[in-house]
């Protein structure tokens, strides 16, 4: 038997929809701090650099997880501040329940089952498939 490892770091998600730890097979039923906007879309938000003007003045991107073809878990980052970010920094349109970003979000992953990518929207909080 698998023993449970502690911070379930790597999640994977089974053919059958179950989200698990990829090392120990522990059964996920909620990851924390994160928020599912749909379609097995997950984000929560993150801080902004250690240097950044802006720190105390809420988030300074979101971390998006997603899962690919196979049910590996991939995560990226999408900076949304400005000072932080720079020209990569997305427009933050709404926020909280109505979040919406742009422009979409690609995934940039480079792993063998990703072929084809992931790309979207977040919408009025919810994941919009592109």
């Known amino acids: 038997?698998?023993?449970?490892?502690?911070?379930?770091?790597h999640l994977e998600k089974t053919p059958t929809g179950r989200i698990q730890c990829a090392e120990c097979q522990t059964h996920i039923t909620e990851i924390p701090s994160f928020v599912d906007i749909g379609h097995d879309v997950f984000i929560r938000p993150t801080m902004h650099s250690k240097t950044c003007a802006l720190r105390e003045e809420g988030p300074g991107g979101y971390l998006v997880l997603h899962f690919t073809a196979e049910g590996r878990g991939c995560e990226g980052t999408v900076?949304?501040?400005?000072?932080?970010?720079?020209?990569?920094?997305?427009?933050?349109?709404?926020e909280g329940p109505t979040l919406t970003l742009s422009p979409s979000i690609l995934c940039g992953a480079t792993?063998?089952?990703?072929?084809?990518?992931?790309?979207?929207?977040i919408q009025?909080?919810?994941?919009?498939?592109a």
């Open 124 to 129: 009025n909080g919810k994941w919009v498939q």
């Open 79 to 94: 900076p949304t501040c400005k000072a932080c970010g720079g020209d990569r920094a997305w427009d933050v349109v709404g």
């Open 111 to 121: 792993i063998p089952d990703h072929a084809g990518g992931f790309h979207g929207f």
């Open 1 to 9: 038997m698998t023993q449970p490892c502690t911070y379930h770091w």
